[in-house]
């Protein structure tokens, strides 16, 4: 079984402020079978990354995601008022089918 | 627009049965391998089942291996899930979500949930 182990646990920033999420895989990531997905309260997860890197549909360029194989990171380069939620990385593969981190907290200072 | 809608939650005791449903619309439901991913109260998420597009590939999380069955109906663009033997642990938001077509196996389109609640 792949565990994501996400990094930190809560990160508190201030609006225009860079964050940066990491998710690291305890074995590797096969094809970067690796995507990101944002939660606010009482909503589904919206996906933001897909493939490690790629952003999905409407998703605003301000969100970035990189790496590979055991080690993936998550951008937030200047961040808005509404980007402030829950943040999980998932992979895909092996047994079970999919997993995901336990989330990072990203929260207003 | 693409959507899924969950229905079927609610509150049971622990040991029945219960039977979720998702209704897709906007896209062609067929081609798509679905899913169900739960959480907890105040917990992450936690991947369920999948089913492929003509049902010719299921998997299930190992825990749950054996209560929960995934099944699809494509002529009414509907994806289920029964649950059976339910405990208090299986408490929590049930979503449906897709699979994207040639988007490295992500979920790119969720439903908003259902909640089950298990009372003991």
């Known amino acids: 079984e792949i565990v994501l182990t996400q990094s930190p646990g809560t990160l508190s920033l201030s609006p225009g402020d860079r964050a940066t999420l990491s998710c690291r895989a305890s074995q590797s990531v096969g094809s970067n079978y690796l995507a990101w997905y944002q939660q606010k309260p009482g909503q589904a997860p919206r996906l933001l990354i897909y493939g490690a890197s790629r952003r999905a549909s409407g998703i605003p360029d301000r969100f970035s995601g990189s790496g590979s194989g055991t080690d993936f990171t998550l951008t937030v380069s200047r961040l808005e008022p509404e980007d402030f939620a829950v943040y999980y990385c998932q992979q895909y593969g092996g047994s079970p089918m999919y997993t995901f981190g336990q989330g990072t907290k990203l929260e207003i200072e | 627009e693409e959507q899924l809608v969950e229905s079927g939650g609610g509150l049971v005791k622990s040991g029945e049965s219960l039977s979720l449903s998702c209704l897709a619309s906007g896209f062609t439901f067929s081609i798509h391998t679905l899913n169900w991913v739960r959480q907890a109260p105040g917990k992450g998420l936690e991947w369920v089942a999948s089913?492929?597009?003509?049902?010719?590939?299921?998997s299930y999380a190992e825990s749950l291996r054996g209560r929960f069955t995934i099944s699809r109906d494509n002529a009414k663009n509907s994806l289920y899930l029964q649950m059976t033997s339910v405990t208090t642990d299986d408490t929590g938001v049930y979503f449906c979500a897709r699979i994207g077509i040639y988007m490295a196996y992500s979920l790119d389109v969720w439903g908003q949930g259902t909640t089950v609640t298990v009372s003991s």
């Open positions: 089913i492929a597009s003509h049902s010719s590939v299921i």
